[in-house]
T-cell receptor
Framework: DGGITQSPKYLFRKEGQNVTLSCEQNLNHDAMYWYRQDPGQGLRLIYYSQIVNDFQKGDIAEGYSVSREKKESFPLTVTSAQKNPTAFYLC?????????????????FGPGTRLTVL | GNSVTQMEGPVTLSEEAFLTINCTYTATGYPSLFWYVQYPGEGLQLLLKATKADDKGSNKGFEATYRKETTSFHLEKGSVQVSDSAVYFCALSSAGNKLTFGGGTRVLVKP
């Protein structure tokens, strides 16, 4: 079955530690995204990548880092510089835009990772 | 910049009641519009979408029409079930494949 997997589902870390969240997709999508969701709020874009070895900051990139060494994988590292890291993190993927001005294709989401920093 | 505003919840309904969730947007250009649904503890699932004015998206008994004149994309369902209890997100696209989400509306359907 094609889809997006995120692991682990729940993650606990001590304050001051870096932590890496996994996101893998086998949909052959070029574009991948990371969002953060806080209780009772919508999603905010952290980083996105439209092609391997390239990524851009989203609206709330401070305190986070990503890499895109493989098409299938887009790991997110929550660094100790992130002031309030406890949240639900969602990864998504889509077919990349056909050109820089085109409209978006549908984004498909993984099940999410709930990170709690103690 | 782009923004999406949707009605705050929670919305509590009885089974078989009519559901409406209002969504309005502000955007430059001609965005695509989406409704996503999130069940407890899970990621988001695409419910329906519309890519141009007057398009109607529909799925699982839910409908929404892209109204450019009122910049709205209200979600409706004629007869809800307990299994429709979830959080519903309205979203719009922008160039570069970026989605802007509303704050979400929690819906609770009681038997």
């Amino acid at each position: 079955d094609g889809g997006i997997t995120q692991s682990p589902k729940y993650l606990f870390r001590k304050e001051g530690q870096n932590v890496t969240l996994s996101c893998e997709q086998n949909l052959n999508h070029d574009a991948m995204y990371w969002y953060r969701q806080d209780p009772g709020q919508g999603l905010r874009l952290i980083y996105y990548s439209q092609i391997v070895n390239d990524f851009q900051k989203g609206d709330i990139a401070e305190g986070y880092s990503v890499s895109r060494e493989k098409k299938e994988s887009f790991p997110l590292t929550v660094t100790s510089a992130q002031k309030n890291p406890t949240a639900f993190y969602l990864c998504a993927s889509s077919i990349a835009p056909r050109d820089s001005g085109s409209l978006v294709d549908t984004q498909y989401f993984g099940p999410g990772t709930r990170l709690t920093v103690l | 910049g782009n923004s999406v505003t949707q009605m705050e919840g929670p919305v509590t309904l009885s089974e078989e009641a009519f559901l409406t969730i209002n969504c309005t947007y502000t955007a430059t250009g001609y965005p695509s519009l989406f409704w996503y649904v999130q069940y407890p503890g899970e990621g988001l699932q695409l419910l329906l979408k519309a890519t141009k004015a007057d398009d109607k998206g529909s799925n699982k008994g839910f409908e929404a029409t892209y109204r450019k004149e009122t910049t709205s994309f209200h979600l409706e369902k004629g007869s809800v079930q307990v299994s429709d209890s979830a959080v519903y997100f309205c979203a719009l696209s922008s160039a570069g494949n970026k989605l802007t989400f509303g704050g979400g509306t929690r819906v609770l359907v009681k038997p």
